[in-house]
């Protein structure tokens, strides 16, 4: 009797205890997510925003093609292969074996209305404006392949099409919607104001991702998001402050593909004058400014794409501290003229990034020592913005403005012509030597456009000293102890939970 | 014998300081609260010509260094900022712009609130209600959208974030100036007076004003910390007062991500705020108990405690 | 009493009006909301395009003409930046906002006229000095600064709540907390000076001469006509936490009104502006007819004049 009690007692105890760890076991897939502020909706042809983007991108809707961070190259993904047919069209073929979640075929014909839909002016789809003004054509060849055509050459279309999301032929072509349907891993299984759930969907094509259920919620202050991941409330959040990121065992810094600089009024005087644009550059305290503000890890920019980037020149050197120089030129130029008394005003943005308002401040104050009368306006985004497309506001102090460039895509040509041609909608440079030489870059591809590119960024630095680059800029994550991710170039805009394991 | 009435009246006849001041110090409490309004005051007033320079350049060795250390000079001894800016430094310099917008502020909207106020309790026909309703309206409105509005359109300056915080404040001194006129119009010295032919306005501002007063200098004392920390609000939404000008207010909204790294950066200031208000109502206690008749005597008998 | 009431509603149905007004003309005086809606990559022709879908080109009266013929059929516009309607997204987060805001202030009220009463008792006193200092220190700090701290002691440290967000009742203890410490605080001021004044007034002494019970004295007969100034300062607090729980709601990751209009302001998102400064204003103006009838109740003689 004792016996056959001990004897179920045992068996009771090991099923309680297989039950139990199989409840863990199951639970250990789930993940909680705490994202810097709420997706504003959940519409894929927005999802270029960083907010809807971190939700949707390679989760619930997928891509033609892939950005390979590491290489900066294109890769396959829903497309297999692809080729330019002519000057203005590229054909593609998509992968055999793809459904979307309501069950809808993937094909040439969904991809096309997938296309038209993110032209529709009927919605204000954000994602349009990486084509700027181009007209696009997709058509059907057949079942699996369509071709693309476009009214101006598009050396750079299968990169361009790795930003447009995929989505059911089912979604409503005239409107935007807050049920996206994809053929991506996960599946939308709940949204509401304070969280989202993403389920695996087992019917994806690819590998079965390791994280069975994904919930998202969002803190906008990131001591709590941090906190929330010190509690295990939380298991990852992919944006924390510099100074919040105090544990070297949960917290990995990764470059963010973000590259902050100040404009400069280049056609007003006295920034007219290439002697005080390298004053300004070489004013600044670049390495004890950049470790106390952003961490050691942040790295000094010489140019506005990150390193990795197709046209990224790694000969570039850059300015160095040297305030007695600095102070040499704006009296030369002084000397000659130059009205260097005028009065500048730094165009700053409220929040732009962590301590932006401090790295401001900082170098309005190393810019005063050097005798310039600089003021500071902190505006809020609205205003901020008015400065920065062309045309600029008249009756204004030259400027110096303050400015954040994301560039994620591997090509340059996102970057250098808004940037640095005549007619580029940020520019305030006027150079038609500099122009040629983008405008032949825009063109070309493969290693030449690369090239080309550097070239056009060391005529930029240092040359025309167009203006003040500051840092490759930097994002922290916070990883939990149950998980492993490793952060890349992408993690700012895209969180991919097929990139998250688990440990043990 | 002498009696403490009589002890007083000789003290006052021969002393040359007034009664209020000596009384006041006569409160530990209430003299600690002088002495620091004092003190702020003249760093409000004093400060940026003395201190200068180390407000504002920046210094990145001593990058957040902590406080209660003297290794990089006595102006360090709080600690500094993240861009290695003295924190004593700022506070004294700060104590301007803070005090200064704060009493702007609340000055104004006492005046215009307490004015509207009187005219509204006082009034028995559509005037009053007018005034209510637009207080309700302003009431209402949502003082972030008005910040943004009026810092937009009008700029973001110091003298259009005290319009704001002023405007957002006088419903209040107007309903509670309101409901004690109200109150005190039906008394029957208001009747003594009005058969006596006293006319609306010198009923209103001799006679119903005086007593209505005591209420709204509590709330005036109080609504200082409201507008200050309203203040901080707003700079925590990035609405406040712009770089490089800066408020104890700013100061703690600014430096809110570093409090569990280097949390003097906005405890400092914190405090600067809390013992300023917590001053300013001492002494608006102390005040309302001085100028009320029936409480006086509690400040005097504590005199004479002292005196045994 | 009813015609009293009809004629408040009536009066605020106008000032409502008047305030919708205001914020429609007031809210697109702040910018153009393609620069804000459309990311900044965009091409001028898109945003030209944007604005012109949106009607964000006809002057400001046709506009406003087309809000008023929406708001008869009771249509309040779609919250653009979320692709819901407005009004649907703005009664979601408003209840939330009640919750905290009903019962801080409830809390806040009650500790107020319990410790300021017993502080007015006996003033200058021990106990007086006491909670005078604490409530004002409560009230004198700022409440990110509190909320911020708080997280860090309980959550992060002691491990005893979680740090934010919404959920079990647990979640709710540190949001409410901190956002009564400044009512508290503010209102055990006011409770304290008012009851001070009534508790030296002729018929208090008349009470005590009569031998009526000091509890009784303090709480029956001086709170009751201390009470006007307190209804007052409560009735704005509560007004002031509808509008203004925004920081508590951002550091708490609370879905409230506070966080939703100030995200609507920042996007632009006028109908989400207007539909949520529409619902506040409707409360506050019910607040106002409350606090009214507050009065009427606490003062016959005021009671008189309104009738």
């Known amino acids: ?504 | 014998m002498e009696t403490p009435g009589e002890t007083s009246s000789a003290a006052a006849r021969t002393s040359p300081i007034p009664l209020p001041l000596r009384l006041v110090f006569r409160d530990p409490m209430a003299a600690a609260a002088v002495v620091f309004l004092v003190a702020i005051a003249a760093c409000a007033l004093f400060g940026p010509m003395l201190i200068g320079e180390l407000v504002e350049k920046p210094n990145f060795r001593a990058r957040n260094m902590a406080p209660f250390s003297l290794e990089q000079g006595f102006a360090y001894v709080l600690g500094a900022d993240t861009l290695g800016r003295s924190l004593l430094a700022r506070l004294v310099v700060g104590a301007r712009n803070t005090l200064g917008i704060a009493a702007a502020a609340v000055l104004a909207s006492l005046l215009v609130g307490g004015a509207l106020g009187l005219i509204a309790g006082y009034s028995r026909g559509v005037l009053g209600n007018l005034i209510m309703r637009g207080a309700d309206i302003v009431m209402s409105f949502p003082s972030l959208l008005l910040a943004l509005i009026v810092l937009f359109s009008l700029g973001p300056s110091i003298p259009n974030l005290v319009l704001v915080l002023a405007i957002t404040r006088v419903p209040i001194y107007l309903r509670t100036t309101r409901a004690e006129v109200l109150e005190v119009r039906e008394r029957m010295f208001v009747s003594a007076a009005t058969a006596l032919g006293a006319g609306h306005m010198r009923l209103l501002f001799r006679h119903i004003a005086p007593i209505v007063m005591p209420t709204i200098l509590t709330i005036g004392a109080l609504d200082f910390a409201t507008v200050v920390l309203a203040e901080s609000s707003l700079s925590f939404l990035g609405l406040g007062v712009q770089a490089p000008a800066f408020t104890w207010g700013s100061m703690v909204a600014n430096g809110r991500g570093y409090l569990a790294s280097a949390w003097w950066v906005a405890f400092w200031p914190g405090l600067a705020i809390l013992l300023t208000t917590l001053s300013l109502n001492v002494l608006s206690n102390w005040w309302r108990t001085y100028s009320d008749p029936h409480q006086r005597w509690r400040l005097e008998l504590a005199k004479r405690s002292k005196a045994k | 009493m009813f015609g009293y009431v009809f004629r408040r509603s009536a009066q605020s149905l106008i000032a409502v009006a008047g305030l919708l007004v205001l914020v429609f003309f007031l809210s697109r005086l702040t910018g153009d909301p393609a620069y804000l809606y459309l990311p900044l990559d965009s091409t001028e022709a898109q945003r030209q395009a944007f604005n012109e879908l949106n009607g964000f080109n006809d002057p400001f009266y046709v506009q406003f003409g087309r809000y008023l013929a929406d708001l008869a059929q009771l249509d309040f516009g779609t919250a653009m930046s979320r692709n819901r309607p407005a009004m649907e997204v703005t009664l979601e987060a408003f209840p939330e906002t009640l919750k905290l805001a009903s019962i801080a202030m409830t809390l806040a009220i009650a500790g107020a006229l319990v410790v300021g009463s017993l502080a007015a008792a006996k003033p200058n006193g021990f106990f007086d000095r006491l909670s005078m200092t604490v409530s004002l220190a409560g009230a004198s700090a700022p409440d990110f600064w509190i909320a911020i701290v708080a997280i860090l002691i309980f959550s992060v440290s002691l491990g005893l709540l979680p740090t934010s967000g919404t959920g079990t009742p647990l979640h709710w203890i540190m949001p409410i907390a901190v956002l009564m410490l400044r009512p508290f605080g503010l209102l055990t001021q006011v409770v304290r000076g008012s009851m001070l004044g009534v508790l030296t007034s002729p018929f208090v002494k008349t009470a005590r001469a009569k031998g009526v019970s000091r509890r009784k004295i303090i709480f029956v007969h001086a709170l009751r006509n201390a009470m006007l100034p307190v209804v007052t300062v409560a009735g704005d607090l509560t007004a002031t936490l509808v509008n203004g729980a925004v920081v508590i709601e951002t550091i708490f990751g609370w879905p409230g009104i506070g966080k939703l209009m100030i995200d609507a302001i920042l996007r632009r998102d006028f109908a989400l502006i207007q539909c949520t400064v529409l619902v506040t204003a409707v409360a506050i103006f019910l607040l106002n007819i409350v606090i009214d009838l507050l009065y009427a109740a606490l003062d016959p003689r005021i009671r008189h004049q309104a009738a």
């Not at chain 1, 891993?185 to 079965?208: C, F, S, T």
């Not at chain 1, 100040?262 to 305290?285: G, H, K, S, T």
């Not at chain 1, 825009?442 to 930029?460: H, I, P």
């Open chain 1, 1 to 504: 009797m004792k016996l056959r009690a001990k004897l179920a007692a045992r068996a009771a105890g090991t099923l309680v205890l297989g039950l139990v760890t199989g409840i863990a076991a199951v639970q250990a897939q789930e993940v909680t997510i705490v994202l810097p502020e709420q997706p504003a909706n959940l519409e894929p042809c927005r999802s270029i925003r960083a907010d809807i983007g971190r939700v949707i991108n390679m989760n619930i809707t997928e891509t033609l093609t892939d950005i390979n961070v590491k290489s900066g190259q294109v890769g396959p993904h829903l497309a297999t292969e692809w080729e330019q047919v002519d000057e203005l069209t590229w054909r593609f073929k998509l992968r055999e074996g793809v459904t979307f979640q309501d069950g809808a075929p993937f094909n040439a014909e969904a991809v096309v209305a997938s296309i038209n839909r993110l032209m529709n002016p009927a919605l204000t789809c954000d994602s349009r404006s990486k084509f700027g003004d181009v007209v696009l054509t997709p058509s059907v060849v057949d079942e699996l392949t369509l071709e693309v055509a476009s009214d101006i050459p598009l050396p750079i279309m299968p990169t361009l099409l790795g930003t447009v999301q995929i989505v059911s032929p089912n979604m409503p072509f005239d409107q935007e919607v807050n049920e996206p349907v994809g053929t991506g891993p996960y599946k939308l299984a709940e949204a509401d104001n304070e969280h989202i759930l993403l389920v695996r969907d087992d019917n994806y094509w690819g590998e079965a991702p390791a994280v069975t259920e994904a919930t998202f919620v969002w803190r906008s202050e990131s001591a709590i998001r941090a906190a929330m991941v010190e509690t295990g409330e939380a298991d990852l959040t992919p944006a924390i402050a510099v100074q919040d990121a105090t544990n070297p065992e949960t917290d990995f810094a990764y470059l963010n593909s973000e590259t902050t600089r100040f404009r400069l009024d280049m056609q007003m005087p006295p920034l007219n004058d290439v002697r005080v644009r390298e004053a300004l550059n070489i004013a600044i305290d670049w390495e004890g400014m950049g470790e106390a503000l952003f961490g050691a890890d942040v790295i000094r920019a010489n140019q506005m794409v990150p390193p990795g980037n197709c046209g990224f020149n790694d000969a570039l050197t850059p300015w160095q501290f040297d305030p007695e120089r600095a102070r040499a030129l704006i009296e030369e130029a002084r000397a000659d003229g130059v009205p260097v008394d005028t009065d500048l005003t730094i165009i700053a943005r409220n929040g732009f990034f962590p301590n932006a308002a401090e790295s401001v401040e900082a170098m309005q104050a190393m810019w005063s020592e050097l005798g310039l009368n600089i003021s500071v306006q902190q505006l809020e985004a609205a205003d901020w913005v008015r400065y920065l497309d062309k045309p600029f506001p008249e009756g204004r102090n030259p400027t110096l403005f303050q400015q954040q460039h994301d560039n994620n895509t591997g090509d340059a040509g996102f970057t250098v012509p808004v940037m640095y041609t005549s007619e580029g909608q940020y520019s305030t440079v006027e150079n038609p030597e500099l122009d040629a030489i983008i405008l032949e870059a825009m063109t070309a591809s493969g290693d030449k456009r690369c090239e080309l590119f550097a070239q056009a960024f060391a005529m930029v630095h240092d040359e025309i000293i167009a203006d003040v680059p500051m840092y490759h800029m930097i994002g922290f994550v916070r990883v939990g102890p149950r998980i492993d991710y490793q952060p890349d170039l992408k993690t700012n805009s895209e969180v991919r939970l097929s990139e998250i394991g688990f440990k043990g």
